[in-house]
């Protein structure tokens, strides 16, 4: 039985890699695939700064205490445990929300472009073909250049 299932399996997943290989990736398409990641980049590229400048700014904070704090990841038991004040949970709960805010930023134009501007099975069809195919991976890097 087992053994059935994943001839299935493989049988599936090749049927649906052999069919993104058949979709035509145009120039166009990759150049809209480029302006989706420089976008994505442009936005998470700015978070760490951004954490940067709210941790200088906020009276009694550090680097390195703020490093602390996110390692809880929120958990009440840990933030005890490290004597976390209740206004480094606020402002803890308050970078989080931004970092949120950006990562989902981020997605949501992943998928904007995805959906609009290049169409779902192009966008698979592109994001494994520049990790598997070098001819693609050369033109879109050649085209990516232009957005950096």
Do not use: C, H
Not at 43 to 59: A, H, R, Y
Not at 62 to 76: H, I, N, S, Y
């Amino acid at each position: 039985m087992m053994k059935k299932l994943m001839y299935f399996l493989v049988f599936v997943f090749g049927i649906g890699f052999a069919n993104a290989q058949d979709v035509e990736i145009t120039d166009d398409d990759l150049k809209a695939y480029a302006i989706a990641n420089a976008g994505v980049k442009s936005i998470t590229s700015s978070i760490s700064p951004m954490v940067n400048d709210l941790i200088s700014k906020q009276e009694g904070m550090t680097g390195q205490r703020f490093k602390e704090l996110q390692a809880t990841k929120g958990d009440a038991d840990k933030l005890a445990g490290i004597e976390a004040q209740e206004w480094e949970i606020k402002f803890l709960n308050t970078v989080n929300e931004e970092i949120e805010e950006r990562t989902n930023a981020a997605k949501d134009l992943i998928n904007l472009m995805a959906k609009y501007a290049i169409g779902s099975s192009k966008y698979k069809a592109i994001r494994s073909g520049v990790k598997s195919d070098a001819d693609l991976k050369a033109r879109y890097d050649a085209i990516a250049a232009k957005f950096e």
